[in-house]
């Protein structure tokens, strides 16, 4: 290449806006434009001739030299890394590129440097109005749960106002339903969404009239139709409110509809039998009979447990699921349900 040619090559690379290094074979620095020695903070006429490695700290080295081997053994095409001036508070993203003849032979590399600073600023102040806004985002999503569990609890008053036997009935049952469930392996990661339907699977008796709920005696047909229908008012009256993305309304909404379905398929609202009805309703079918009878009632007087669990027992298969039934007895029979 003529001298002329040469010389505006070089005051080309001098220009350019990148801070450019080129190596030979040996990684020995051979060229270093003005950028470069901002970057690097050293003097072309100094380290010119030196390893490229001078140029770094101890502890990054190791990576350089393993970018420069890989450049050599490997042939990608090019690999880059970013390396932070904390001195001048800059960002570099530096790209090594393998420089070969036309036979494809390892001639040396070519260091290419690029200011990111200012993108990466950008990127940080990003991430942290990123932070910002996830963090506002939890403390509205923790208040519309208060909010959530607020309305829930008003309604449980408003039911336990107009039924003075459902007093504690929902906490016994939730508590119960909470203990089959942790030692069924079924059933695991919907523990929380079981105890959370259970506190609340009598909800929809709010719209049922005081006269039947407090009926002393034995509800005739058309009275006992109302109360069939208080599972499936639960389900509607939830819905609205529902809303939380932590509380998974669906499994929440279906174990409520369903606590009064049976094992062999006589139950209501919806007649399902065995698998068809969720777990977790057939756990709070368990638990919720299981109160009801060793609780007084207006149209009769608290069963011994003794005698509710025989009820139960007797009934496996039938009204309950027979496994979940044996958890119940087992549990029972240990202490942990009492």
Do not use: W
């Not at 036309?102 to 690029?114: E, F, H, R, T, V």
């Not at 058309?222 to 599972?231: D, G, L, Q, R, V």
């Amino acid at each position: 290449m003529p001298n002329e040619d040469t010389r505006m090559l070089k005051l080309a690379y001098q220009q350019m806006p990148y801070g450019i290094i080129i190596l030979n074979q040996r990684n020995e620095i051979i060229f270093m434009n003005q950028m470069a020695e901002g970057i690097r903070g050293r003097s072309a006429q100094i380290i010119q001739g030196n390893n490229v490695l001078s140029c770094h700290p101890q502890k990054i080295k190791e990576v350089v030299a393993r970018s420069l081997k890989a450049l050599r053994e490997e042939d990608p095409k090019n690999s880059n890394r970013m390396t932070i001036d904390k001195r001048n508070d800059k960002y570099y993203e530096t790209n090594y590129i393998p420089i070969k003849n036309n036979n494809d032979s390892y001639l040396g590399s070519m260091l290419i440097s690029k200011d990111i600073t200012e993108q990466r600023k950008l990127e940080e102040k990003r991430l942290s109005h990123l932070k910002h806004f996830e963090e506002e985002a939890d403390r509205l999503r923790a208040e519309l749960q208060e909010l959530f569990f607020s309305s829930l609890d008003s309604l449980i008053k408003t039911l336990e106002a107009k039924d003075k036997y459902t007093e504690g009935h929902s906490t016994r049952v939730a508590d119960i339903s909470r203990k089959i469930a942790q030692y069924s392996c079924d059933v695991s990661p919907q523990i929380d969404t079981i105890e959370l339907a259970s506190q609340f699977h009598d909800i929809g008796k709010v719209g049922i009239p005081e006269s039947i709920l407090n009926k002393p005696g034995k509800l005739n047909e058309e009275e006992f139709n109302y109360i069939k229908e208080h599972p499936i008012l639960g389900e509607d009256i939830l819905a609205p409110i529902l809303k939380p993305k932590s509380i998974k309304p669906k499994p929440m909404k279906k174990v409520i509809r369903h606590h009064h379905e049976r094992y062999d398929g006589r139950g209501y609202p919806d007649g399902l039998k065995e698998d068809e009805i969720p777990i977790g309703a057939r756990i709070l079918a368990i638990a919720d009979s299981y109160d009801a009878m060793t609780t007084d009632r207006p149209y009769r007087n608290a069963l011994t447990p003794r005698t509710a669990l025989k009820e139960i027992n007797s009934n496996l298969g039938t009204q309950f699921d027979p496994e979940l039934g044996e958890i119940f007895l087992m549990l029972h029979d240990k202490g942990v349900i009492n």
